[in-house]
């Protein structure tokens, strides 16, 4: 069974940052895309970032330059390095592995002053 566990989130003000993780387990981690999604108040999912088995990625054009993903293959977690952060980042943040539909639990970021 796959289960996905966010952490890391919290209350930060304007252009700070965070570092979120998502430890997985129940996959084979090291060949699996992973992706970073999500969830402001009132708004559908959206995928923030991917990181491929080969260490490529892809950013969605709002956190470009800002959001780094990276991984750990011997740990199965992925991370989140978020700077820069707005207030419109203030969202549920999930992970995700392309090899399994589950969902873990969440982590909250707000931005706020």
């Known amino acids: 069974q796959v289960q996905l566990v966010e952490s890391g989130g919290g209350l930060v003000q304007p252009g700070g940052s965070l570092r979120l993780s998502c430890a997985a387990s129940?996959?084979?981690?090291?060949?699996?895309?992973m992706g970073w999604y999500r969830q402001a108040p009132g708004k559908q999912r959206e995928l923030v970032a991917t990181i491929y088995s080969g260490g490529n990625t892809n950013y969605a054009d709002s956190v470009k330059g800002r959001f780094t993903i990276s991984r750990d293959n011997a740990k199965n977690t992925v991370y989140l390095q978020m700077n820069s952060l707005k207030p419109e980042d203030t969202a549920v943040y999930y992970c995700?592995?392309?090899?399994?539909?589950?969902w873990g639990q969440g982590t909250q970021v707000t931005v706020s002053s």
């Open positions: 995700k592995a392309s090899l399994s539909s589950s």
């Open positions: 129940g996959i084979i981690f090291s060949i699996s895309a």
